[in-house]
């Protein structure tokens, strides 16, 4: 059995897509840009809070404009993180029966890192060993400096050690962790994305992501 899972946090344990797509909307509205669908928003995340408004703010968009809402979204989504957000069905569970077998849990993500402690300690208190965001100075994911800040943190060079998301960056993260990947597939990427990216295990529902793990 694996002995530490270390597990992206949106799409992967919290459904996070509808406060992420009211943070966005909010920030782009403020500098008169339309609103985006929930499929968009789904397409666009995974590479941090800026590379989303990139992708959301109109072709052409000045340097100024994309700073102008990407100051805008943080204030606004550190107050409204959890307006909507929610565990996947059977994460808690899931967390606590790792907990019981002795498996450290933790989790590195691409938001901001604020969001990522307020939400970790809200739904997963004591479940998650540590946590990583996106911070200043910090190459984000699929940089593996925030997956070696959490290994160090805990002490655990010693110890097998997962990765588990749901998107081809975390595919790609675990491969320059030096780590093996077990994928989710309830996510914010399909299944074709995930097999295209070249995943190898890719889990349907929280008990067969158990199996996966004990099975590591």
Not at 30 to 38: E, H, K, N, Y
Not at 60 to 83: K, L, M, R, S, W
Not at 135 to 154: A, I, W
Not at 180 to 198: E, H, N, Q, T, Y
């Amino acid at each position: 059995m694996y002995q530490l899972a270390i597990f992206d946090l949106d799409g992967t344990l919290l459904d996070t897509l509808a406060d992420l797509r009211q943070g966005l909307n909010y920030a782009l509205a403020t500098q008169g840009f339309a609103p985006r669908t929930l499929p968009e928003v789904r397409a666009f995340v995974g590479n941090g809070i800026r590379k989303l408004i990139m992708r959301a703010v109109p072709a052409g968009t000045d340097e100024a404009q994309i700073d102008a809402v990407f100051a805008a979204f943080n204030p606004y989504y550190a107050v409204h993180c959890a307006d909507f957000t929610k565990p996947y069905p059977g994460i808690p569970e899931l967390l606590r029966q790792l907990r019981a077998d002795g498996v450290v849990s933790a989790v590195v993500s691409n938001k901001p890192d604020y969001a990522v402690k307020t939400l970790s300690e809200q739904y997963f208190p004591g479940l998650l060993a540590a946590s990583a965001g996106a911070k200043e100075g910090v190459r984000k994911k699929p940089c593996p400096d925030s997956v070696f800040e959490v290994v160090r943190q805990l002490g655990a060079e010693a110890l097998r050690a997962v990765y588990i998301g749901d998107s081809e960056v975390d595919i790609e993260t675990a491969k320059n962790a030096g780590m093996p990947c077990i994928s989710v597939s309830w996510g914010f990427r399909d299944r074709d994305v995930l097999v295209g990216a070249g995943a190898g295990i890719i889990c349907d529902d929280t008990d067969a992501l158990y199996r996966a793990l004990r099975e590591g």
